[in-house]
């Protein structure tokens, strides 16, 4: 509404001020005039009835005083000469409210007696009779009788009356312009406010680019300045902070430590990716579902509740999925106040991988040479010392050592590949590949092993796309290690699915069964060299050399893919690689 609004206040304040005080002038003004009047003509009426006594008394001709007198007069006003012989004279009167002053009026009415008798007595001057609305100036003669001169208050009513139209119309007049100029002034003032109040609710929804124009050098001209000013220094500030954020943010993601802000009821507030992946893997681990809201890990809780309990950071470690995770938690302050942490999640598993991995390869690699080496020493010697008698026993003899060299040789080509691909050294013979038809045959290249087995193997398809860039060689290679794995650590009437999915974007290929499973500290170290599951859980004959997941892993990464394994002990295991439909 327009009085809510400042023009509306500032206008009405104006209005009603200066509304105040032509009221009071005007009130004062009518009571000036009104009784300014009746004494001007109180006043005029005095020196008339004076000049006309002095008249009277100058002993003029009664014809030439009266003549004199006529001339003298106001025509609205009556005049009467009372000689002291008591025979008055009366002039006329264009005032007919005068017209019952006569002869008899003067000489029988008691008032009119009452009247010659006060000027005759006390010799006074400018006595005033309005019981009949009329006003009555006498002036004594000389020599007996008295001067009167008569005048209506109708005609000093009138005048009056004009006067306070014209007091009441220029107040008026007064007013409107008042409330004129108060519009127009308050309308200057409020102007660049209002620019400023839509500048402000523009600087409120981010635009901090929003100027306001200088439109007066006064103080609202210096206000508009301060306003811009402050708008740039907003807008740099805000600058400033969107770039740190951004920079932090980047920082924050790219960091290879897990990090989680949560405040004091739980609830995470940011999150990077490599803690969303222990996020993942932890739901995965306690029975989550996916298309459920995930759960807080157990162990960051009960540090959130020692921190704020504690008020002090807080060192934990959780096992996942086999893989060590050391976690720092921090308080965050609002003042004095926590109002939650920061969670620090580190992967401590590489560095223990690479302990192992110091003490455990010169093991393995002796434990993988020396049957060989062994059989073929024996064997050797029983030909040297011809323990075996018969031609029979030595071509037996020497088809073993024929077969462990092979073994042997196999295990040293093996070590090299892996050598040269862990040293950048691999060639990929890249080709467009049916992917559907390459998934299918490699499948149906095991369904003779699996029979044999017992084991139930089958594939589902999801292809949206049908070709992609890979070495089929190498990509054979991975997958065929994966069901070959599968099928050997499933038991009877056990079952493999293997599930193909293709877009434009990548292959993604998962191998699962419901085999025994690898242990939970064994997770990871799956993909290194010379890893073999618990040898009491497989047939001697069905071992290898360990080495087979960490070629593959290297083929998945020369592809620019990768390769993860999740796995429950007894319950099964689940290998998955992904590698892009469009070599780069």
């Not at 402050?230 to 993601?253: D, P, T, W």
Request: proline share 2%; hydrophobic share 40%; glycine share 4%.
């Amino acid at each position: 509404m327009f009085w809510k609004s400042v023009v509306g206040k500032l206008s009405l304040t104006i209005l009603l001020l200066v509304s105040f005080v032509l009221s009071v002038l005007t009130f004062f003004l009518m009571q000036f005039f009104e009784t300014y009047h009746i004494q001007e003509a109180e006043n005029d009426m005095t020196q008339m009835a004076a000049k006309i006594s002095s008249l009277v008394d100058s002993d003029y001709n009664l014809d030439f005083i009266e003549d004199a007198t006529e001339m003298l007069r106001d025509p609205s006003s009556r005049i009467v000469i009372y000689y002291a012989d008591g025979e008055p004279w009366i002039s006329d009167s264009e005032d007919t409210d005068l017209s019952f002053i006569d002869e008899s009026w003067m000489l029988n009415d008691p008032e009119a007696q009452e009247l010659l008798v006060q000027v005759t007595a006390q010799s006074s001057q400018g006595l005033i009779e309005d019981e009949n609305e009329i006003i009555s100036v006498g002036s004594p003669l000389e020599n007996g009788g008295a001067v009167f001169v008569f005048k209506s208050l109708d005609m000093i009513n009138e005048t009056k009356d004009q006067t306070t139209k014209l007091i009441l119309l220029s107040a008026g007049i007064a007013i409107l312009l008042t409330t004129f100029f108060a519009v127009f002034l308050s309308s200057r003032v409020t102007a660049p406010l209002i620019k400023m109040r839509e500048a402000a609710y523009n600087l409120t929804r981010g635009e901090f680019n929003t100027k306001v124009p200088v439109l007066t050098r006064d103080e609202i001209g210096d206000l508009a300045i301060e306003f811009n000013r402050m708008g740039n220094q907003l807008n740099y500030h805000i600058q400033a902070l969107r770039q740190e954020k951004e920079q932090l943010s980047s920082i924050v993601s790219s960091m290879a430590d897990g990090v989680f802000t949560l405040n004091r009821d739980g609830e995470i507030i940011v999150m990077n990716p490599p803690a969303e992946a222990y996020l993942d893997n932890w739901n995965y681990e306690h029975n989550q579902k996916e298309d459920k809201e995930k759960q807080l890990p157990t162990e960051l809780k009960d540090a959130l509740n020692k921190v704020i309990a504690e008020e002090r950071a807080v060192l934990k470690e959780s096992v996942v999925q086999g893989r060590n995770y050391v976690m720092l938690v921090t308080p965050l302050y609002d003042e004095s106040h926590v109002r939650g942490c920061v969670a620090v999640i580190r992967d401590m598993t590489e560095e223990r991988r690479l302990d192992k991995l110091r003490k455990d390869f010169i093991a393995n690699v002796s434990h993988e040479l020396r049957t060989p080496i062994s059989m073929l020493q024996g064997y050797s010697e029983a030909i040297v010392d011809d323990i075996a008698e018969t031609k029979e026993d030595k071509n037996e003899l020497a088809k073993i050592i024929y077969e462990e060299s092979l073994r042997m040789g196999r295990l040293v080509n093996e070590l090299l590949d892996l050598a040269r691909m862990e040293a950048g050294q691999i060639q990929l013979h890249v080709e467009s590949v049916a992917v559907q038809a390459f998934v299918e045959r490699i499948v149906h290249k095991f369904q003779g092993l699996a029979q044999e087995s017992e084991v139930e193997l089958s594939l589902s398809l999801d292809m949206h796309e049908q070709i992609g860039e890979m070495d089929a060689d190498r990509i054979e290679q991975v997958l065929t290690n994966l069901i070959d794995n599968a099928l050997r650590h499933s038991v009877k009437g056990g079952k493999v699915e293997v599930h193909a999915l293709s877009n434009s974007d990548f292959l993604h290929v998962e191998v699962e069964d419901n085999g025994s499973g690898i242990p939970e500290e064994d997770l990871p170290f799956v993909f290194e060299r010379f890893y073999k599951a618990d040898k009491s859980r497989v047939k001697k004959e069905k071992q290898g050399t360990g080495l087979g997941l960490a070629i593959a892993r290297n083929i998945i990464e020369a592809h620019h893919g990768k390769i993860q394994v999740r796995s429950k002990l007894d319950i099964g295991t689940t290998f998955s690689f992904e590698i892009p439909m469009k070599h780069s």
